[in-house]
Structures are given as structure tokens and as C-alpha cells.
């Protein structure tokens, strides 16, 4: 893995033990907002891959055109270069953690332990306009600038954020659907999984996040909330605790052959 690959958003790689993670950026953003998560798990010896998300390659208008099935199969095919781990989880932000709550629906076999940062179960309002517009065939390939570039309070990894300078409205209405589709699947995802989310995020709901954690098959699954985060968790002012949450709670599943414990569930603001 080279630096500048995890400073530019591109796919990286990081050496590891028996145990292997798939890491999922979010949509019109980079493999940079999981690089601190993919470093943490790495010194816990786990492998690390993070690789650009379908569609995610070049600009904002080529990202408009890309239904969201393409994002789970090219996710699906990520997962298989990881066969031969003794253990598969998947880290997923955003949209990439619905991706990953696909993945554990529809390959069970394959992953054995869900993190999910700030999953996209639920836009905020301006998200659910911009998805109400996408609906208006001439409107599906508009842009949407990022003004206020992207959602974390940590201003200094704001600006070195490497992700796309605008939203693609065709975009968000395929994330609608990708929405539709992972929320039928949830009570059916057996995977453990923890959910963390950021007090101050002004792109996903709350009550998404909970709702994914009440509905999944495996859970209800831990809820940590991060109240001096925004949406970025992996990157903002408390990446170094979200890291380790993520460590933590992957160092509690068992090995195979062996029972989890069994321990009601948990609703934490930190």
C-alpha cells in the first residue's frame, strides 16, 4: 500500500493475519474516509482492503449513470479476492454500509461480522428532495455542488478529503432504491454487526441508524453515537475512538466453532 494512494481515494491495501476486512466508502466519497478504521484493524492484525466503489473512478456525471446493483457486484467481487480468510467482516460507511448489509444478506457464508459507520438508511431532508427530484428524467444527470465540501466537523481532514466536488442527483435516486431494497433484507442478515453514528450528521438520520440496528436478523445490534462527530465518523474529530470501536467489537466475535456469548444490546453516546 502507498500513501498517496490513501490520500487520493484510491484502493489500498494493507497486509495482515488470518482474518481479512472489506472496507466501503460511501457515495461520491474515497477509500480516504476508511483508511483510519483500515489502520486500526491492521494493528489488531487484521487484513485490510479498500477498494473505489463502482462508478467512482472519474467525475461526478459519470457516477450518474451507475444503478446501484452495480455497487453490490463490483462490492461482491472486492469480497472474493478476500476467499482464504479464515475469518470475512466488512466496514462499510454510508452507502457502502448498506452495500455491506447486502453482501451479509446474500453471502452469509462469507461474512462473519458487520461495522457500520453512519449507514444510509435514511437521508436527511435535503437528501429526500434531492432523491424526489432524481424521479424527473432531465433532472437525473444535474450536479450538485458541495459548497460546504464534505460532512465532518474536523475541518482539517475536511480539506484533505479527496472525494467527488458534487452529488449526482441520479445518484442519490439509486441510493433510494438501494434503501428500499437492504431494509426488505435486513431481518434476514445474520451477521453481528455494530452500528456508530455521529450525533451531528447532517446527511443520514438517527432513527435510520436505529432503525437498521432494531430490525437486523442478527441484533439488535449495538448503537454507539458519537456526539461530537458529524457523518464522516471514520475521519472526524473522533475517528481514533470510532477506530477502536470497530477493533473492539470484531475482537469480541468468535472464532469459528465457537459460540458468541450471548448479551442484550447497547445504545451508547460517547
Known amino acids: 500500500m502507498g500513501r498517496d ?3 487520493h481515494g484510491g484502493e489500498f491495501e494493507l497486509a495482515g493475519g488470518p482474518d481479512a476486512v472489506l472496507l466501503l466508502h460511501g ?9 483510519p478504521v483500515a489502520r486500526r484493524l491492521r494493528a489488531a492484525g487484521h487484513r485490510c482492503l479498500a ?8 467525475s461526478p456525471e459519470g457516477l450518474a449513470g451507475v444503478p446501484w446493483v452495480e455497487w453490490v457486484g463490483k462490492a461482491r467481487r472486492d469480497l472474493a479476492r478476500l476467499e482464504g480468510a479464515r475469518r470475512t467482516f466488512v466496514v462499510g460507511c454510508s452507502m ?3 452495500v455491506a448489509c447486502a453482501l451479509a ?5 462469507r461474512v462473519d461480522g458487520l ?3 453512519a449507514p444510509a438508511l435514511e437521508l436527511a431532508a435535503s437528501g429526500k428532495l434531492g432523491a424526489l427530484l432524481a424521479r424527473l428524467p432531465y433532472v437525473r444527470d444535474v450536479v450538485l455542488p458541495k459548497r460546504a465540501g464534505s460532512d465532518v466537523a474536523d475541518r482539517e481532514m475536511r480539506r484533505r478529503n ?3 466536488k458534487g452529488v449526482p442527483l441520479g445518484a442519490v435516486g439509486e441510493l433510494v432504491r438501494l434503501q428500499a431494497h437492504v431494509d426488505r433484507q435486513l431481518p434476514g442478515i445474520a451477521a453481528p454487526a455494530i452500528v456508530l453514528h455521529g450525533a451531528g450528521d447532517h446527511t443520514v438520520t438517527l432513527a435510520g441508524a436505529r432503525r437498521l440496528a432494531r430490525r437486523i436478523g442478527s441484533g439488535p445490534a449495538e448503537l454507539v453515537i458519537l456526539r461530537r462527530s ?9 475517528r481514533d475512538r470510532c477506530a477502536d470501536e470497530a477493533a473492539r467489537f470484531l475482537d469480541s466475535l468468535p472464532l469459528p466453532g465457537r459460540r458468541r456469548a450471548a448479551r442484550p444490546a447497547r445504545s451508547r453516546t460517547r
Do not use: R, Y
Open 51 to 58: 477498494p473505489v466503489m463502482a462508478g467512482h473512478e472519474g
Open 96 to 98: 457502502g454500509a448498506l
Open 5 to 7: 494512494a490513501i490520500e
Open 27 to 35: 457515495l461520491t466519497g474515497s477509500t480516504f474516509e476508511v483508511s
Open 162 to 164: 479527496p472525494c467527488m
Open 115 to 117: 461495522v457500520l459507520l
Open 230 to 238: 458529524w457523518h464522516l465518523v471514520g475521519i472526524d474529530v473522533e
Open 105 to 109: 444478506h446474500d453471502q452469509p457464508a
